[in-house]
């Protein structure tokens, strides 16, 4: 069984790297970030290495990795580091909660992170990299591209389409058959009623933001590899 080496040094790290030690038996050997995010040389008992000097101490034939990253950069960076990883030769790790509800037979995709007490429906497709957080609803023949992020207690209901790199906020409701662009928020108890075209803004009782304004917008959260 190969060992792990988590990208990043924030909750996410440190909850991702106990569930899968608990859940699965993974061993952790180390954590990564890039240089200018190092912090220090151990974190959670274990050696912290700069992402770009990775290679030469670990062989991709040997450790997969897992990016533990959540919606920083609106799931840009988590997105960019998967194909950073893969481009170095390194296979994504996955985690799928033994909690969670799944398909009989699920198979996900690289770096797919769902946690305890998520529901995902048979047909239901889950992109590379998606995070699906506790409670989170994924209905049947729904479609989540690449890196979505979807926030606890939301629901994504069925035959809707997903672009990559959305946020889907906490208790958040995207309606069925609705098409949402690519790197759109969906935010925290929004409920969606319409498509939404890409890089646009939806929050709880405001009307959408419009996408040129999205565009310009610095990113946010700020760019992080900690959470």
Not at 32 to 54: H, I, S
Not at 103 to 126: D, K, S
Request: charged share 20%; with cysteine.
């Amino acid at each position: 069984m190969k060992k792990v080496i988590v990208f990043g040094t924030g909750q996410m790290g440190e909850l991702l790297a106990t569930y899968l030690s608990e859940d699965y038996g993974k061993a952790i050997a180390a954590f990564t970030v890039d240089r200018e995010y190092k912090m220090g040389e151990n974190f959670c008992g274990r050696p912290v290495l700069a992402f770009e000097e990775l290679p030469g101490y670990y062989a991709p034939s040997d450790y997969d990795v897992i990016i533990a990253v959540g919606y920083a950069n609106i799931n840009r960076t988590r997105h960019e580091k998967m194909v950073t990883c893969e481009k170095m030769g390194y296979s994504l790790l996955s985690y799928v909660s033994p909690r969670a509800i799944t398909p009989l037979g699920f198979l996900p995709e690289p770096n797919v992170i769902i946690f305890e007490a998520a529901t995902v429906q048979r047909f239901a497709a889950i992109g590379a990299g998606s995070i699906i957080w506790s409670n989170a609803f994924i209905g049947h023949h729904a479609v989540l591209r690449e890196a979505v992020f979807v926030g606890p207690n939301a629901s994504v209901c069925g035959g809707s389409h997903i672009g990559q790199r959305c946020l889907i906020g906490s208790g958040a409701v995207v309606r069925d058959y609705l098409r949402v662009g690519a790197d759109t928020v969906v935010g925290a108890g929004s409920t969606l009623l319409r498509d939404l075209p890409e890089w646009a803004i939806c929050n709880a009782g405001e009307s959408p933001v419009s996408p040129d304004k999205v565009r310009h917008m610095q990113p946010w959260p700020p760019k992080t590899q900690r959470s």
